[in-house]
């Protein structure tokens, strides 16, 4: 019965978004790869060129390799300090302390700010103190990124805790409490029992701060705009540059992102192939 | 069967949601380049359907997306009839779609066959506004200036102001004077934000350029310029210096400057001049607390130092020329070109391109009465009017790519925090130039 109503209205439930999915998404990301290797003003007249747009973008004098090291960079450093934050602030959030759903709340309002936004604010926030040394946030490449660090983990740090934080409450008591019988400290029932069970959530966690720190846009875009220079460009704010800012290179901006696809992807797999071997069951 | 009656009804509802987003086929569509005159398209469009009962749709790119508007809007079904090519360089991306208008009636009425845009017999883009910049000033700071019994200058007027040495004379010897004069510093900031540097990156880079290509004899008309020298890189560095260390502003804190943030400081009165155009007038009239009386705003050119520059008028010349789409079906072209025609030549069309648009414009339907009565516009005009003086052409129109643009500004910026010296800065021009002429 149930089996046979599900197979009746299968297309309806489907059909809707998988339509979505063909005309936002898998249409336009086909083409996409076809005119990286194409030069075209607007996609119906794109010329076809073979590999030349990949070769322009491996050599020296493009933006593209330098804005991949600063992603990466970037992105190290702000997956370690998101998650680092965001579980120390789910700990002391799950103790019972007073005002805990209050503090919950503030921290995870930044997360529903836009990111332009942010970034202008936080643009006036750290002008505001580089102000005293006699300069600002375009002064050197430096600012920016750890200007960028901030503006991610303030944005980020409330999301990330709200997972933690349901992970940490579905830890079942009898663990800890057994734990503590057995004569086990804070500490030990942290590393040993608590943290082998939130695997899960780091998995997620870090999936998502990893994945938006390295496509970040919106912030670094309001924030630095890539200053001084395009030194502190991140990998798509330099494909955005090189798509509108000459004509005749949305060839070479449609390879970067080809290439900036590639590496993600590879990177968020073997992401999650690592955190999925460290889990397990309680 | 049932199953596949309930999909195809699905399948429509799907179709007509799509499709629904696509509905003007028969209207005339106008990309503006302009966003300062975007509140008056949109009138006109209403006066025009009002009057002709032909409808028609304005679309404003946003300030500084215009070109990227424009490449995602023109690859549509419903694309464009009417849009902006932004000189030789827009030509270049968009000759595709650009029709020829040799034969329009539009055509025929522009006063100077030399401004439009053209390439071998044709002609692809019409010059609609003529607009001019120089440095703007607000007279009531300046008279005080020069009523100052201290003052170490000669000089007794603006007018007077000739040549580069006077200009920066002035101006420092004002910056000396700035508590007496009741002002922050001379210059409003330099906006070197990226995306706001255009007034220097653009617009003061072509006095110099403009003597450059003068010298080896070449015109906007070439379409493309493979090398430069910069040959008088220092003479543009004499006037960068002087606004970035007489200004409002420290010269290190300039890169998050906007231009609404200079326009405001000189609006407030807290400056004495800034360099802009005729645009800027609805700018500074329009901030809140405006202290700058409408017959208190005047322009000089922009000196340099180059000689030869005492006769120098202002810059005056377009950047945007009006096309239409010759990809679009044959009706929607005369469509635009009917628009056309009754926005430049109808009385009901000029009145609302002089008092709405407040467009000079190089058309001869346009009599000297009909002429916007803006203070900056009549500055234009006086300039212009003036047989003494020799008009700077927007060279810049040759310039390769915005990417150039932009790296230009972007070491304009380095250089103004001292991060970057000025052999860098002209030596980065010259082969950035290079590269992007490819």
Redesign the interface.
């Known amino acids: 019965m149930n089996s046979r109503i599900l197979k009746?209205y299968f297309?309806?439930f489907v059909?809707?978004i998988s339509?979505c999915y063909l005309?936002a998404f898998l249409i336009p990301f086909l083409m996409g790869i076809y005119l990286s290797f194409t030069e075209f003003?607007?996609?119906?007249?794109a010329r076809f060129v073979g590999l030349s747009n990949y070769a322009a973008l491996f050599s020296a004098?493009d933006n593209f390799l330098h804005a991949l090291g600063f992603t990466v960079l970037f992105t190290l450093v702000s997956v370690l300090t998101i998650n680092f934050f965001a579980f120390l602030f789910a700990l002391i959030l799950t103790e019972g302390i007073r005002g805990t759903n209050l503090f919950r709340t503030v921290l995870f309002v930044p997360n529903l700010i836009g990111g332009i936004i942010l970034g202008y604010i936080w643009?006036l926030i750290i002008?505001g103190i580089l102000?005293r040394q006699?300069?600002?946030?375009?002064?050197?490449a430096t600012y920016g990124f750890w200007g960028l660090v901030v503006v991610m983990n303030w944005q980020m740090i409330g999301y990330m805790m709200i997972i933690y934080i349901a992970g940490l409450t579905s830890v079942p008591v009898e663990l800890r409490e057994a734990a503590s019988i057995d004569g086990a400290g804070y500490f030990t029932t942290l590393r040993h029992v608590i943290m082998p069970l939130l695997v899960p959530s780091f998995t997620i966690c870090s999936f998502l701060t990893l994945t938006n720190s390295f496509k970040l846009f919106d912030q670094n875009f309001a924030l630095t705009?890539?200053?001084?220079?395009?030194e502190s460009a991140m990998v798509a704010l330099d494909i955005f540059?090189t798509?509108?800012?000459?004509?005749?290179?949305?060839g070479l901006g449609q390879a970067k992102a080809v290439v900036f696809f590639l590496i993600l992807a590879v990177v968020a797999l073997v992401q999650i192939r690592l955190t999925k071997r460290l889990e397990v069951a309680p | 069967m049932k199953?596949w009656l309930?999909?195809a009804v699905?399948?429509a509802a799907?179709v007509l949601t799509?499709s629904a987003c696509g509905k003007n086929k028969d209207t005339l569509y106008f990309l503006n380049f302009k966003p300062e005159s975007a509140e008056a398209f949109n009138k006109i469009a209403t006066v025009y359907e009002k009057e002709t009962g032909k409808k028609m749709r304005v679309v404003t790119a946003a300030s500084g997306t215009y070109?990227?508007t424009l490449?995602s809007e023109?690859?549509k079904s419903d694309a464009p009839t009417l849009f902006i090519v932004n000189g030789p360089?827009?030509y270049?991306?968009?000759k595709?779609y650009c029709l020829d208008l040799k034969d329009s009636e539009l055509y025929g009425h522009l006063t100077d066959k030399g401004l439009a845009l053209t390439s071998g017999d044709g002609v692809y883009g019409i010059p609609y506004v003529v607009e001019g910049y120089g440095i703007i000033y607000n007279k009531a700071i300046t008279d005080r200036y020069f009523a100052l019994q201290n003052r170490s200058t000669s000089v007794g007027s603006m007018e007077e102001i000739r040549s580069f040495e006077q200009l920066k004379a002035v101006v420092e010897d004002m910056t000396a004077h700035k508590k007496e004069l009741g002002i922050e510093g001379v210059f409003a900031s330099t906006s070197?934000?990226?995306?706001e540097d255009w007034r220097w990156q653009t617009h003061l880079a072509n006095v110099p350029m403009y003597y450059e290509f003068e010298q080896d004899g070449i015109s906007v008309a070439d379409g493309s310029v493979p090398e430069v020298s910069f040959r008088y890189s220092d003479q543009y560095r004499n006037i960068f210096d002087l606004y970035i260390n007489n200004s409002v502003t420290?010269p290190?804190?300039l890169?998050?400057k906007q231009v609404a943030d200079s326009m405001a400081e000189f609006a407030l009165g807290k400056c004495a001049m800034v360099q802009n155009g005729n645009w800027a007038w609805s700018q500074i009239a329009g901030i809140d607390g405006n202290t700058v009386a409408e017959e208190n705003i005047r322009m000089i050119p922009i000196y340099t130092g180059i000689e030869g520059e005492e006769n120098q008028g202002l810059c005056i010349g377009t950047e945007n020329y009006l096309a239409v789409n010759k990809r679009a079906s044959a009706e929607k072209q005369q469509a635009a070109l009917d628009f056309l025609n009754w926005l430049f030549t109808s009385e009901t069309g000029k009145e609302l391109v002089t008092d709405e648009l407040e467009f000079i414009t190089p058309f001869d339907t346009f009599e000297a009465d009909e002429q916007p009565n803006d203070p900056l516009a009549a500055q234009i005009a006086a300039y212009l009017a003036d047989d003494t003086r020799t008009s700077v052409p927007w060279v810049f129109q040759l310039f390769p790519?915005?990417?150039?643009k932009?790296?230009f500004g972007?070491?304009l910026?380095?250089y103004a925090?001292g991060?970057l010296s000025w052999e860098q800065v002209k030596s980065e021009f010259i082969s950035k130039w290079k590269?992007?002429a490819q």
Do not use: H
Request: a negative charge; glycine letters at 12%; aromatic letters at 8%.
């Open positions: 009746k297309p309806f059909m809707p339509v005309l003003t607007t996609v119906s007249n004098d643009q002008n102000i006699g300069v600002d946030i375009t002064f050197s705009g890539g200053a001084p220079g395009r540059d798509f509108y800012g000459r004509a005749g290179s949305e | 199953r309930s999909f699905l399948l799907l799509v070109e990227q490449k023109i690859g360089v827009g270049a991306s968009w595709d070197l934000k990226s995306g420290d290190k804190l890169g998050t790519s915005q990417n150039f932009n790296d972007a070491n910026l380095k925090q991060n590269s992007e």
